[in-house]
Each structure stands twice: as structure tokens, then as C-alpha cells.
């Protein structure tokens, strides 16, 4: 790793906009579409740490859950999306 990044707003966001164009397609083959965002740390040049002050900002997109996988903690934080 040659950094890490703490809450990752602006990269989760734009996760969830390229995400959202696909949307369309996800929802005609079900009811509910969650998003799950993580990065393989172990091979990323980065690495991102979710702490407790993200739980309160709210992203958008049409997602109806949004989770955050920190994969080498094997953490899994549920953020708050709104439409």
C-alpha cells in the first residue's frame, strides 16, 4: 500500500453514479438492488478505512442499501443513501 484513504465519500459516490446507469438493467430482473463497494486492499495501491464520521453522510443514487467492504478486516459498514 502506499497510502490510505479515511472515508472515502467522494470515491463511494463516484461509484455510485457509474453504478447507476446500470441500474435500469439490474431492476427489470428484480425488486430490490443493493450496492456493495469495496477494493481488494490486498492489491490495490490503496487502501480505505471506513470510520464511525462517514455513518452520517448521506449519498445518493437509486440503490435501495448501500455497504462498504473493507476486505482485509472484513468489515462490512451499511451507509445511508437516499434517491
Known amino acids: 500500500m502506499n497510502w490510505m484513504t479515511v472515508d472515502p465519500i467522494d470515491k463511494i ?3 455510485i453514479d ?3 446507469a446500470k441500474l435500469k ?3 427489470s ?3 430490490a ?3 456493495l ?3 481488494n486492499e490486498w492489491t490495490a495501491p ?3 478505512k471506513i470510520t464511525v464520521g462517514i455513518e452520517n453522510h448521506i449519498f445518493f443514487g437509486g440503490f435501495q442499501r448501500l455497504f462498504f467492504l473493507e476486505n482485509i478486516e472484513g468489515r462490512l459498514t451499511e451507509l445511508q443513501i437516499r434517491t
Open 33 to 35: 438492488c443493493w450496492l
Open 29 to 31: 430482473k428484480c425488486d
Open 46 to 48: 490503496e487502501a480505505f
Open 37 to 39: 463497494v469495496g477494493a
Open 25 to 27: 438493467t439490474y431492476i
Open 13 to 15: 459516490q463516484l461509484v
Open 18 to 20: 457509474k453504478k447507476s
